[in-house]
């Protein structure tokens, strides 16, 4: 279904079937031989959604080999490459708790549970942000599990096309603190116009000494949805009916870096495949199915 103004979802429909995808993607990376990170709440947060082939694919018992060979690689980049994302998010936060800063923002938290699984500085405060029927599935799942929070979690829910910044205030982030934010696999999903809007806010809500980490997909200015459509084959031969060009915006898009670097953020960033090599891991081998480009790992911090 194509995204609408003031269009809302849960972890099994629309953008929130995206989050559900990136925890099965934690879930199985979690599982690797040598795994990067470990996240024990991905895969039963996967299952309690429901959506059956992400269940299959957690659990082990889908042949992607057997059912598409030729996509096999393919899943095992996209693997990989969730595997180095989490990687590159989980150390920006225990960087920034170790620099100090004691306030943590995940924007569109989805199923991301690392308010229950970072080793948080004492004294920390984790804000979660996102609709309120995925911030309370989250918590209800979490809690039915008996997981409990490595840091003071405060949920915040409201849609990011709201006043989120006065929630955020509401909910007790103080803006003339040092604030560790991280927007990871949210840009695609934002208009430039809204995209520019959310880096306005988290400058106004940040205290020198804060710091920020996102992504830059290059591969939005000239997304083509047939290919994109044609590479996510693989994943409809496995019972998937997401439809990624539908969900996302694409177009002429500028980088957070550049965009933060003008409000006076020193920011730098790290393509793909220099993050698959400091971690060991192979250049994904996406070949004619890479639609979204060398993505770009972004972080900085304001002086």
Partial sequence: M???EGDSWDLASSVGATATMVAAGRAIATNAEHPLFDDPFAAPLVRAVGIEAFTLMVDGTIDIAAIAPEGAAQVKSNIDEMAVRTKFFDDYFVNAGASGVRQAVILAAGLDARAYRLPWADGTVVYEVDQPDVIEFKTRTLADLGASPTAERRTVPIDLREDWPAAMRAAGLDPERPTAWCAEGLLIYLPQEAQDRLFDNIHELSAPGSTVATEFVPGMRDFDPEKARAAADTFARLGLEMDMPSLIYHGERTSAA??????????????RTELFASYGLPTPEFGDRDVLGEIVYISGALP
């Fill in 258 to 271: 550049d965009y933060l670097s003008a409000k006076g953020w020193q920011m730098t960033g790290v393509p």
């Fill in 2 to 4: 194509a995204r609408s």
